[in-house]
């Protein structure tokens, strides 16, 4: 365990719905990055925080995901009118520089 | 181009036996890389760091070449718990994401 909590473990969504994810990163580490893993592939950077400012989103990172870091502690990850295509693991992970600890992720099924 | 590419495998071994597998980047500013173990349907969990002189932890071993851009991961003496998939990670100075390979399969029977 590597202290990095995650909430839901699972989510069984229909499309069109808004789900929320949580990550509680390890409290000393003020670094905490949100990645996108599917089946058969590594995990995909979508965001990263330094304490509470967001300071990079990927690419994949559609104008329906928002992220928040809100007092720098903990974080979550929203996404709006899911799609099928967003099935996947969302991991977070955190960091006090270079190496990075995954908590256990949330496994999203968008029905 | 991917940023990471590794042979997927699935790299199927007895006990005891070793297995090497490799990984290649294209970022030639790389400057951190790791290791990471991920069974099925967990987080990757970091199995250990790649340091410019090579290093071993254990049973494993890992080198890098910076000339080739290859990162390389050694598995001694095999034992049934190493069966994984092995992750290849990469990191670029001032980057702060991490970039994935794709991960490479281990299988060890008994």
């Known amino acids: 365990d590597t202290g990095v909590s995650q909430d839901p473990r699972h989510k069984i969504t229909k499309r069109g719905q808004n789900v929320t994810f949580r990550c509680d990163p390890i409290?000393?580490?003020?670094?905490l990055y949100w990645y996108r893993q599917t089946l058969g592939q590594g995990p995909e950077f979508l965001t990263y925080?330094?304490?509470?400012?967001?300071?990079?989103k990927s690419r994949l990172l559609s104008d329906r995901f928002s992220a928040e870091r809100p007092k720098g502690s903990f974080s979550t990850l929203e996404i709006q009118r899911t799609e099928q295509g967003d099935s996947a693991m969302y991991l977070c992970a955190s960091s006090p520089q270079n190496e990075q600890f995954f908590g256990p992720g949330t496994r999203l099924t968008v029905l | 181009r991917k940023e990471v590419e590794q042979d997927p495998g699935p790299f199927n071994v007895p006990e005891g036996a070793t297995v090497a597998f490799n990984c290649t980047y294209s970022?030639?500013?790389?400057?951190?890389f790791f290791w990471y173990r991920q069974d099925c349907r967990k987080e990757p969990k970091l199995l250990m760091s790649?340091?410019?002189s090579g290093n071993e932890d254990g049973r494993f071993t890992a080198q890098l070449n910076r000339a080739s851009q290859y990162i390389s991961l050694l598995i001694r003496d095999s034992k049934l718990s190493d069966s994984a998939t092995y992750l290849c990670?990469?990191?670029?100075?001032?980057?702060?994401?991490?970039?994935f390979g794709a991960g490479t399969t281990v299988t060890v029977r008994a």
């Open positions: 409290s000393e580490h003020n670094r």
């Open positions: 790649v340091y410019s």
């Open positions: 990670v990469v990191n670029i100075p001032n980057d702060y994401k991490l970039s």
């Open positions: 925080f330094q304490n509470e400012a967001q300071l990079e």
């Open positions: 970022n030639s500013a790389s400057q951190s």
